[in-house]
């Protein structure tokens, strides 16, 4: 496999675990994007947590996050500090879940604010997945499971 990553992150993956990192891993593998919320405030944790970041609730449950997102800022690294560089990262907004930081997989010319992206996904080691967004060309909105 061609190496995406550096070798300082494959080490961190190593040790990187926890139940709600192996299920979303599990979900990543499968095309798709899930976090958790909460069965008693309903907020959206993401990353997955296994309890409530908001109200401190233990009990979470999964759910399928949409699509597509808005690109919120992005940014670009000429010395990648995850991926090999040069690394563009974006902060996307996604609906019903707010803010989160993402690896964007378009040049960086080619990115303007407030535009429509798609998730994707990319194995950047063996049985490791990232998500990962590119701009939107009509992709529709997926089913989310509760
Ligand atoms: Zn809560």
Redesign the pocket.
Known sequence: MKDIIDAATKDALSVFGGRATEEFQRRLAQGRLCSTR??????VAFPPREF??????RE?EWIELPKEATLYAFTQQQRGLRFLAPDVIGLVEVQGVGHFLSRIDAPFESLAIGMRLAVGFLQIAPGIWVHQYRPARGVPDGPHDP
């Not at 409530?52 to 609730?57: E, I, M, V």
Request: charged share 15%.
């Open positions: 909460c069965r008693a405030c309903h907020a409530c970041p908001d109200c401190h609730g979470v």
